[in-house]
T-cell receptor, first 118, second 111 residues
Framework: GAVVSQHPSRVICKSGTSVKIECRSL??????MFWYRQFPKQSLMLMAT?????????EQGVEKDKFLINHASLTLSTLTVTSAHPEDSSFYIC??????????????FGPGTRLTVL | AQSVTQLGSHVSVSEGALVLLRCNYS??????LFWYVQYPNQGLQLLLK??????LVKGINGFEAEFKKSETSFHLTKPSAHMSDAAEYFC?????????FGAGTTVTVRA
């Protein structure tokens, strides 16, 4: 149980285009989803927290208009990187919490999406 | 704010040897602590968590961690390393409904 998927696993796009990444909790309903960014050989940096039906809460320094987050249902959250630039290239990981028998403190992570902006 | 510090960015062990990964926390209240493992180009997998119940926590894949309040530590151990244990390991603390991660420790296993 507690499986989280992400799509796509890899995406390459041209500078200036927008990219949407989906995060789904497959076997539980997630009240909260999180989006992280990870640079090579570094730890995870939390970008934002989203609760179903509410606006996302962004961490300090993360541009809200750059990284659009939608959490329309208890099983789906999307991250859209708008007008992507090469510096946005990174590994983006989502996680979900609060479903089923698990407590809200335990997050289950997706497999990540590798974004490369040319 | 609560935080964790992982001592040692790289650990190299021989197959069959003890694996010891160090994590110290800073917290003014009893913390919820986690260990996650990340294999190359993958997301994180929960190894184990401490939520103020038993101080010795057993996880998956033969790993366990002991919460020591006197030392503010939550070190991860495995008695006998396997080649499949080669990965990145992250200690994390749950605070304000969010996880804060340590810098990570890369484990390599020598045959």
């Amino acid at each position: 149980g507690a499986v989280v998927s992400q799509h796509p696993s890899r995406v390459i796009c041209k500078s200036g285009t927008s990219v949407k990444i989906e995060c789904r909790s497959l076997d539980f309903q997630a009240t909260t989803m999180f989006w992280y960014r990870q640079f090579p050989k570094q730890s995870l940096m939390l970008m934002a927290t989203s609760n179903e039906g509410s606006k996302a809460t962004y961490e300090q320094g993360v541009e809200k208009d750059k990284f659009l987050i939608n959490h329309a249902s208890l099983t789906l959250s999307t991250l859209t990187v708008t007008s992507a630039h090469p510096e946005d290239s990174s590994f983006y990981i989502c996680s979900a919490a609060g479903g089923g028998s698990s407590s809200t403190d335990t997050q289950y992570f997706g497999p990540g999406t590798r974004l490369t902006v040319l | 704010a609560q935080s964790v510090t992982q001592l040692g960015s790289h650990v190299s062990v021989s197959e069959g040897a003890l694996v010891l990964l160090r994590c110290n926390y800073s917290s003014s209240v009893p913390p919820y602590l986690f260990w996650y493992v990340q294999y190359p180009n993958q997301g994180l997998q929960l190894l184990l968590k401490y939520t103020s119940a038993a101080t010795l926590v057993k996880g998956i894949n033969g790993f366990e961690a002991e919460f020591k309040k006197s030392e503010t530590s939550f070190h991860l151990t495995k008695p006998s390393a396997h080649m499949s244990d080669a990965a990145e390991y992250f200690c994390a603390v749950f605070n304000d409904y969010k996880l804060s991660f340590g810098a990570g420790t890369t484990v390599t296993v020598r045959a």
